[in-house]
Antibody, heavy 119, light 107 residues
């Protein structure tokens, strides 16, 4: 069974840092681009970042550029999101998602991990 | 950045009715780059349609996608009780972007 399981979400103060993890199983992890997508409480989906299969290419939403860093460890079938200089507006449920075969869509999603930025 | 605007914000329909959801792009989008997702309360999004009109694995044929350029449509031919949810369109470029969503609610 193809599965993504996120972890690492906690309550953190503004200005703090956090690293999210996503454990992948059931597919050849290093064949696929991976994404982080977030959803603020009661709001819609916001794409955050993507990383190519080999980690050689990364892209970020303007709202997190310079503060968040996406990475992956293909030997551990794991995806990460390092989040620095956190703001209250970063409060959200963070999903990791897998690219579909051939790309251009996200065909498998985890259940998400909750990040709350609050003093 | 290509912005996607979905309409209506909320669609109130009865089971068995046809639902037509719109997604308009701020500039032309390749059909290959347009996808639709369904999200139910407390659940992760689920891929429905990719390439504007191709159904994802396991998606019933009552769901169909169409459109090109700046105007795309998701149609649910006959609403089943499990179809009441929020639907998002997405354009997948180097900076993917989701529309604001359309909530399909029971009338």
């Amino acid at each position: 069974e193809v599965q993504l399981v996120e972890s690492g979400g906690v309550v953190v103060q503004p200005g703090g840092s956090l690293r999210l993890s996503c454990a992948a199983s059931g597919f050849t992890f290093d064949d696929y681009t991976m994404h982080w997508v977030r959803q603020a409480p009661g709001k819609g989906l916001e794409w955050v970042s993507l990383i190519s299969w080999d980690g050689g290419s990364t892209y970020y939403a303007d709202s997190v550029k310079g503060r968040f860093t996406i990475s992956r460890d293909n030997s551990k079938n794991s995806l990460y999101l390092q989040m620095n200089s956190l703001r209250t507006e970063d409060t959200a449920l963070y999903y990791c998602a897998k690219d579909g075969f051939g790309g251009l869509r996200m065909d498998v999603w985890g259940q998400g991990t909750t990040v709350t930025v609050s003093s | 950045e290509i912005v996607l605007t979905q309409s209506p914000g909320t669609l109130s329909l009865s089971p068995g009715e046809r639902a037509t959801l719109s997604c308009r792009a701020s500039q032309s989008v390749s059909s290959s780059y347009l996808a639709w997702y369904q999200q139910k309360p407390g659940q992760a999004p689920r891929l429905l349609i990719y390439g504007a009109s191709s159904r994802a694995t396991g998606i019933p044929d009552r769901f169909s996608g169409s459109g090109s350029g700046t105007d795309f449509t998701l149609t649910i031919s006959r609403l089943e009780p499990e179809d009441f949810a929020v639907y998002y369109c997405q354009q997948y470029g180097s900076s993917p972007f989701f529309g604001g969503g359309t909530k399909v609610e029971i009338k």
